[in-house]
């Protein structure tokens, strides 16, 4: 897409057509939340979780070769997702924190234990969402 393409508008009460951009997005959210966040936020939590998910499913690596190879895969799988280029997600939409712990082996246990531990009490999020920030905690220790 190149700039000027417009993707999102709106019709007021007269008909008239109005551009959205990315600071209507914005102002929205903040809005909505009551929170400093952005678009890009959530463009950031949805990389990372989807990069988290993908690596759990390939499991644990036997070589460091494998590690990185694993990481490569996830990250591309989240740019797919969030349909940028590879680079772009790894350096700006997956948190370091996730290919870090995969990295040094503890995210696979740490977020299958977490999935383990979501029940009823946490329907404000889905069991991946607590399973990532239960893992996202421990790297913070």
């Known amino acids: 897409m190149g700039a000027g393409v417009q993707l999102f508008q709106y019709v007021d009460d007269a008909g008239q057509r ?3 951009d990315s600071a209507d997005v914005n102002d929205y959210l903040q809005a909505i939340t009551g929170q400093d ?3 890009k936020d959530f463009r950031t939590w949805a990389g ?3 990069t988290a998910q993908i690596l759990c499913e390939l499991g ?3 070589s460091p070769a494998q590690t ?3 990481i490569r895969e996830a990250i591309r799988g989240a740019a ?3 349909g940028n280029r590879f680079a772009t997600c790894r350096n700006f939409y997956v948190h370091p924190a996730i290919p870090q712990a995969y990295a040094a082996g503890w995210l696979v246990p740490a977020y299958t234990s977490a999935l383990q531990r979501w029940d009823d009490k946490h329907q404000e999020l889905t069991a991946d ?3 990532l920030i239960s893992v996202l905690t421990q790297g913070k220790h």
């Open 129 to 131: 969402e607590y399973a």
């Open 37 to 39: 966040f952005t678009s």
């Open 18 to 20: 109005h551009p959205v």
């Open 60 to 62: 644990e690596a036997e």
């Open 80 to 82: 797919n997702h969030l």
């Open 48 to 50: 990372t979780a989807c």
């Open 68 to 70: 990185q190879e694993n």
